[in-house]
């Protein structure tokens, strides 16, 4: 698939063969990928309800496109998805009007669940009072409204539009802070022991980059622009990311070689976890914790009941 032969020109060398592909070549090249990830992994089995969690930006598009084009003619596969509405005043508003769209372009199902509605407030007004990390506060009640929805709706998985770059970022964080067993529950598909009130996510774009999922998009108009959340800039997350990509450029093939040691490594991490990974419920919401309270319901006590 060098593309020696056709007229087109390329549209993308690939850091891992070195190849160059033109448009239709790549298109082929990324959808294949993705239908390999799923199959090798078994991401997607009979009977599953997967909802996607999606922003409207160009990940979670372009998973919820594949996915839905993929399994739109499977009857035993329901493919639905699902929004969170931080409520961020010229960013999220704009997304999920493009995924509103999006959706009922294709018929698709979708679900969306607000902050304001959910914790009382939206985060432009939390982050008013809140002194801490936009992204972590986010992050918890993101995750915590994936989940508990998703369990609600009837999902038997919940897909996330993780490509390449987000799990290297993962797999360095954590080893930064000496967090493996957070590691551990990484992979193309999370988890490591099967809990009835934990979703799990699956990852179809997990071994490919954001400059592919990038191209693709573009190349199927799936988006036309890209806004980058007002509260990205200073995170721990967004330092890590600069560094590993200061790395590709001057030694391309870093990330992949990453994710290839990982995916090795993987199976000993899920192992060596397995005992110590007790999934506890939370005492105030009932939600999966490893600790006695989770942490939205700490950031809930914390952080909004004072100030409402």
Known sequence: MSCKKCVEKPVIKL???NKTLCKNCFIEYFEKKVKKTIADYNLIDKNDHIIVAASGGKDSITTLYLLNKIFSKRKD???TALAIDEGIHGYRDKSLEHLKKFCKKYKIILNIYSYKKEFGKSLDKILKTYNGVPCSICGVFRRYLLNAKSRELGATK?????NLDDETQSIVMNYFRNS???SARLGPITGIIPDK?????IKPLYFLTEKEVTIYS??????DKFNECPYN?????GKIRDMLNDFEAKYPGTKHGIITTFIQLLPILKEHYKKSNYIKECSSCGEPSSQEKCKSCQYIDEVIKPTL
């Open 180 to 182: 493996l067993n957070v």
């Open 77 to 79: 596969v329901k493919i």
């Open 158 to 162: 919940l897909a996330t539009g993780h």
């Open 233 to 237: 800039h200073d995170s721990y997350r």
């Open 197 to 201: 009130k934990f979703i799990r996510r």
């Open 218 to 223: 573009f190349l199927m108009k799936l988006l």
């Open 15 to 17: 850091i891992n063969s």
